[in-house]
Protein backbone atom coordinates (compact mmCIF):
# COMPACT_ATOMS: atom_id res chain seq x y z
CA UNK A 1 0.00 0.00 0.00
CA UNK A 2 1.60 3.24 -1.20
CA UNK A 3 0.31 6.91 0.18
CA UNK A 4 -0.31 9.30 -2.00
CA UNK A 5 -0.12 12.80 -0.59
CA UNK A 6 -1.92 15.27 -2.42
CA UNK A 7 -0.88 19.55 -1.56
CA UNK A 8 -2.20 21.98 -3.79
CA UNK A 9 -2.58 25.99 -4.08
CA UNK A 10 -4.43 27.90 -6.49
CA UNK A 11 -1.40 30.19 -7.93
CA UNK A 12 1.95 30.32 -8.40
CA UNK A 13 2.29 33.34 -6.15
CA UNK A 14 1.17 30.79 -3.27
CA UNK A 15 2.91 27.78 -1.06
CA UNK A 16 1.72 25.03 -2.36
CA UNK A 17 4.62 22.57 -0.34
CA UNK A 18 2.93 24.96 3.10
CA UNK A 19 1.72 21.71 4.32
CA UNK A 20 3.60 19.11 2.94
CA UNK A 21 5.80 18.76 5.75
CA UNK A 22 3.12 17.64 8.50
CA UNK A 23 1.67 15.29 5.73
CA UNK A 24 4.83 13.55 5.80
CA UNK A 25 4.87 12.90 8.94
CA UNK A 26 1.30 11.60 9.20
CA UNK A 27 2.18 9.78 6.35
CA UNK A 28 5.28 8.32 7.80
CA UNK A 29 3.41 6.96 11.01
CA UNK A 30 1.05 4.35 9.07
CA UNK A 31 3.71 3.63 5.97
CA UNK A 32 6.70 4.06 4.61
CA UNK A 33 6.03 3.94 1.11
CA UNK A 34 5.22 7.51 0.48
CA UNK A 35 4.13 9.52 -2.88
CA UNK A 36 4.37 13.35 -2.66
CA UNK A 37 2.43 15.12 -5.49
CA UNK A 38 2.26 18.99 -5.74
CA UNK A 39 0.06 20.83 -7.77
CA UNK A 40 -0.28 25.08 -8.31
CA UNK A 41 -3.93 25.07 -9.81
CA UNK A 42 -7.16 25.94 -9.24
CA UNK A 43 -8.97 23.69 -7.46
CA UNK A 44 -12.06 24.76 -9.54
CA UNK A 45 -10.68 22.66 -12.22
CA UNK A 46 -11.50 19.25 -12.60
CA UNK A 47 -8.65 18.47 -14.83
CA UNK A 48 -4.98 19.22 -13.05
CA UNK A 49 -2.09 17.60 -14.51
CA UNK A 50 -0.71 16.42 -10.94
CA UNK A 51 -3.68 15.24 -10.08
CA UNK A 52 -4.43 13.30 -13.06
CA UNK A 53 -0.52 11.94 -12.75
CA UNK A 54 -1.74 10.83 -9.41
CA UNK A 55 -4.91 8.78 -10.22
CA UNK A 56 -3.08 7.55 -13.22
CA UNK A 57 -0.05 6.11 -10.61
CA UNK A 58 -2.41 4.46 -7.82
CA UNK A 59 -2.83 1.06 -7.56
CA UNK A 60 -6.42 -0.13 -5.58
CA UNK A 61 -5.98 -0.04 -2.01
CA UNK A 62 -3.67 3.01 -2.09
CA UNK A 63 -4.41 6.08 0.33
CA UNK A 64 -4.73 9.47 -0.99
CA UNK A 65 -3.47 11.51 1.39
CA UNK A 66 -4.79 15.65 1.58
CA UNK A 67 -4.64 17.98 4.17
CA UNK A 68 -8.13 19.59 3.91
CA UNK A 69 -11.47 18.90 1.28
CA UNK A 70 -10.78 22.20 -0.05
CA UNK A 71 -7.45 21.35 -1.33
CA UNK A 72 -8.56 18.52 -2.84
CA UNK A 73 -11.60 20.35 -4.21
CA UNK A 74 -13.57 23.51 -4.60
CA UNK A 75 -15.37 22.25 -7.91
CA UNK A 76 -19.23 22.25 -8.72
CA UNK A 77 -21.15 19.55 -7.54
CA UNK A 78 -21.46 17.32 -11.00
CA UNK A 79 -18.11 17.83 -11.15
CA UNK A 80 -17.15 16.55 -8.11
CA UNK A 81 -19.56 13.77 -8.47
CA UNK A 82 -16.73 12.59 -11.12
CA UNK A 83 -13.72 13.31 -9.21
CA UNK A 84 -14.94 11.08 -6.52
CA UNK A 85 -15.90 8.15 -9.00
CA UNK A 86 -12.16 8.67 -10.16
CA UNK A 87 -11.12 7.76 -6.48
CA UNK A 88 -13.33 5.09 -6.25
CA UNK A 89 -12.95 3.42 -9.20
CA UNK A 90 -9.00 3.54 -8.49
CA UNK A 91 -9.50 1.65 -4.92
CA UNK A 92 -8.07 4.28 -3.14
CA UNK A 93 -8.48 5.50 0.42
CA UNK A 94 -9.75 9.16 0.59
CA UNK A 95 -7.81 10.88 4.25
CA UNK A 96 -8.37 13.96 5.36
CA UNK A 97 -5.91 15.35 7.80
CA UNK A 98 -8.48 17.73 9.14
CA UNK A 99 -11.34 15.39 9.47
CA UNK A 100 -10.21 12.51 12.07
CA UNK A 101 -13.13 10.17 10.99
CA UNK A 102 -11.36 9.55 7.79
CA UNK A 103 -8.54 8.85 9.69
CA UNK A 104 -9.52 5.60 11.30
CA UNK A 105 -9.96 3.95 7.45
CA UNK A 106 -6.09 3.80 7.72
CA UNK A 107 -6.29 1.13 10.90
CA UNK A 108 -9.57 -1.05 10.37
CA UNK A 109 -10.37 -4.42 8.42
CA UNK A 110 -13.33 -4.40 9.81
CA UNK A 111 -15.90 -4.28 6.48
CA UNK A 112 -18.70 -3.41 8.85
CA UNK A 113 -17.08 -0.42 10.39
CA UNK A 114 -15.66 0.55 7.39
CA UNK A 115 -18.46 0.68 5.75
CA UNK A 116 -20.33 2.82 8.54
CA UNK A 117 -17.11 5.21 8.31
CA UNK A 118 -17.33 5.37 4.53
CA UNK A 119 -20.85 6.44 4.15
CA UNK A 120 -20.21 8.94 7.09
CA UNK A 121 -16.88 10.36 5.68
CA UNK A 122 -18.51 10.66 2.30
CA UNK A 123 -21.22 12.51 3.93
CA UNK A 124 -18.87 14.95 5.65
CA UNK A 125 -16.25 15.17 2.31
CA UNK A 126 -19.65 15.96 0.46
CA UNK A 127 -20.62 18.64 2.87
CA UNK A 128 -16.81 20.00 2.94
CA UNK A 129 -16.73 19.85 -0.81
CA UNK A 130 -20.08 21.98 -0.89
CA UNK A 131 -19.11 24.52 1.79
CA UNK A 132 -15.36 24.74 0.02
CA UNK A 133 -17.02 26.06 -3.28
CA UNK A 134 -19.44 28.33 -2.08
CA UNK A 135 -16.65 29.90 0.33
CA UNK A 136 -14.80 30.30 -3.11
CA UNK A 137 -18.13 31.31 -5.16
CA UNK A 138 -18.89 34.02 -2.25
CA UNK A 139 -15.11 35.58 -2.39
CA UNK A 140 -15.67 35.78 -6.45
CA UNK A 141 -19.10 37.70 -5.75
CA UNK A 142 -17.37 39.62 -3.12
CA UNK A 143 -14.36 41.01 -5.11
CA UNK A 144 -16.68 41.61 -8.30
CA UNK A 145 -18.89 43.82 -5.80
CA UNK A 146 -16.00 45.48 -4.91
CA UNK A 147 -14.68 46.41 -8.19
CA UNK A 148 -18.24 47.63 -9.73
CA UNK A 149 -18.36 49.79 -6.30
CA UNK A 150 -15.03 51.04 -6.96
CA UNK A 151 -15.71 51.98 -10.68
CA UNK A 152 -13.63 49.61 -12.06
CA UNK A 153 -14.89 48.13 -15.74
CA UNK A 154 -12.98 45.68 -17.43
CA UNK A 155 -12.20 45.96 -20.78
CA UNK A 156 -11.93 42.19 -21.53
CA UNK A 157 -9.86 40.18 -24.00
CA UNK A 158 -10.69 40.81 -27.37
CA UNK A 159 -11.75 38.43 -30.24
CA UNK A 160 -8.83 37.52 -32.12
CA UNK A 161 -10.73 37.12 -35.31
CA UNK A 162 -8.15 35.84 -37.54
CA UNK A 163 -7.95 32.89 -35.54
CA UNK A 164 -11.58 32.73 -35.71
CA UNK A 165 -12.10 33.10 -38.90
CA UNK A 166 -9.36 30.47 -39.66
CA UNK A 167 -11.30 27.98 -37.23
CA UNK A 168 -14.78 28.48 -39.57
CA UNK A 169 -12.45 27.93 -42.63
CA UNK A 170 -10.99 24.46 -41.51
CA UNK A 171 -14.53 23.78 -40.34
CA UNK A 172 -15.57 24.20 -43.79
CA UNK A 173 -13.24 21.75 -45.33
CA UNK A 174 -14.33 19.25 -42.94
CA UNK A 175 -11.51 18.83 -40.03
CA UNK A 176 -12.62 17.84 -36.89
CA UNK A 177 -12.50 20.01 -34.16
CA UNK A 178 -9.58 18.10 -32.32
CA UNK A 179 -7.73 19.00 -35.93
CA UNK A 180 -8.58 21.99 -36.35
CA UNK A 181 -7.76 22.97 -32.49
CA UNK A 182 -4.09 21.70 -33.59
CA UNK A 183 -3.66 23.61 -36.92
CA UNK A 184 -4.85 26.83 -35.21
CA UNK A 185 -2.82 26.18 -31.82
CA UNK A 186 -6.02 26.42 -29.54
CA UNK A 187 -8.12 24.41 -27.22
CA UNK A 188 -10.68 22.19 -28.64
CA UNK A 189 -13.13 24.36 -26.14
CA UNK A 190 -12.29 27.17 -28.20
CA UNK A 191 -12.93 25.11 -31.41
CA UNK A 192 -16.66 24.74 -30.41
CA UNK A 193 -17.33 28.19 -28.65
CA UNK A 194 -16.29 29.85 -32.17
CA UNK A 195 -18.40 27.18 -34.16
CA UNK A 196 -21.09 27.78 -32.37
CA UNK A 197 -21.20 31.24 -32.05
Known amino acids: MTIHIYVRASTKDQDAERALDSLKEFASIIQDDVKEYV???????????VLNKLLDEAENGDTLLVESVDRLSRLKQDEFEVLKGRIKDKGLKLVVADLPTTHVLLNTDDMITSSILNLVNNMLIDLLATMARLDNEKRIERIKQGLERSGYKPKGKKADTQKHDRIRELNDKGLTREEIAKAVECGVATVYRVLKG
Open 39 to 49: ENESGTKLDRP
